[in-house]
């Protein structure tokens, strides 16, 4: 089963952030990156998911989907690993 919730970034995300894609969550890229999901027509890739635009705001409010920024998304990433245990990752989406 395939996520509904997509981080992405304008430029290729910090190699440690891939570390959402171990939770379920779908790492995407406005630019063409080694291992992420390259977003060309975002308006229309975006559509029937629950997207988080990641150093972008501008972008986001355009598009009227969440926003965070790098400091933000690694927060989360801690939250998950403090919080769930790893075995529930599978579960987690």
Do not use: N
């Not at 790492?27 to 972008?56: T, W």
């Not at 986001?60 to 990752?89: C, D, M």
């Amino acid at each position: 089963m395939s996520s509904s919730v997509v981080f992405i970034f304008r430029d290729c995300p910090p190699p440690h952030l891939m570390a959402l894609a171990e939770w379920g969550f779908v790492v995407a890229s406005l630019s063409r990156c080694p291992g992420v999901e390259h977003v060309a027509d975002v308006r229309s890739y975006i559509e029937g998911k629950f997207v988080i635009i990641v150093d972008d705001k501008e972008l986001a409010e355009r598009l009227g989907v969440g926003y965070a920024t790098v400091a933000e998304v690694e927060k989360f990433l801690r939250w998950l690993s403090k919080e769930i245990p790893a075995v529930y990752k599978p579960y987690v989406q």
